[in-house]
């Protein structure tokens, strides 16, 4: 447990400002799975790199739903209940909520989409897109990213509906001060999600702060 | 080059039936990407750490489009190109043809989904349900997986109207009389796609097969 401190809260905004990242576990009996979570704004391949090599899980772009909202976007889940066929695929699992992704997009400057080079660029026009004062964001982004493609855009319905990665760091962006614009992947061991002991070594091996979910509903 | 024998596709297909993959590259100025592929048949949670140790890009099923509709899935691209809003979305990527993604799913018996163990369970699923019997195919798929979620359900359409990977290693599947039920991910290197020689030599040194696409073009 980390008492999350002003002089915490800003190594962690200075940490991922650096383009070092942070590790966040959700809570024991929910995923019970560690995050590494990068800043958008300071992405670049080799975090990308590292973030398939070291954490291994989903490389997935987070945001606010009001900022996915401005591009146009939904959850997957609210488009298809509606929808005639694949409603019947809408269910939660097992851990009790339903998934945070709306869409999975390439910026249209890629090569495949799928190299570090290329998620790290799809990622960061990502965060410039609804970081940056553009006028009309949702011509902007139906302009320059295509989808399907290769990065999930993950939107966070707020910690009181929702108390997964998506919404424990876009409330960590808050309490530091960052727009809510983040990259997660989920750190996974041989076989199964890293134990939470595994990603605490892990974090103190590599200098990383660690937190928990339980930190930052506390904060 | 391989010119695929009766002796080389056996060889094939007894690797794909031990879980062991094989490597397929491709065209020159096209994606110029080689995939890992293994059979789903024979997936186990060691072929999706060695695919995302090893290769690294996005781990997807691969299928026919006739399967995928037996399940009631359509491409994305037809899916989204009638959306009021999500048609903006739908571009070809610079290699010219369009995705093959259909949906992303997770079985219902996963914990998080994203783990070695549960996206080999998952895909060992969409392997049964797709190979198998089973009588109403689409309402049993509706019951027992949900979306969105970590496993990439990709359909091929066809070597006449596409010769991406998904194509090519459905065409394998064929030569070799194995059902359309592959496992795909790309291959990369330090920032950018791995080359093909770099893949070439990986696969030398695994004592893997490798093929290009002009080689099952031919066969």
Redesign the interface.
Known sequence: MADLTPELLSGIRGDLLNGVPVIVYDFDKR?E?ADMVFYAGAIT??SI?RL??DA???ICYVTGSEEARDI?LRF??DE?KTHP??N????????GDY?S?T????H?S????????DRASTIRELHNLLTDHVINK?EY???N??????V?ILASRGLEQRRGHTELVSRLAELIGLPRSMVIA?M??????MKKDAAERYASENNLIFLEGKDILRA
Chains 1, 2 share one sequence.
Request: hydrophobic residues 30%; without cysteine.
């Open positions: 995923e799975e391949w080799s790199n398939r090599k291994g899980g989903l146009g997957l889940t298809w066929v694949y019947g695929l809408i269910k939660r699992p097992s851990y998934p992704f869409m999975w997009v390439n249209v890629v090569s495949t989409g799928i190299s570090d080079s949702e982004f139906h302009r990213f295509y989808a399907p493609g290769h999930p989920e996974l061991g041989e076989g199964k999600s």
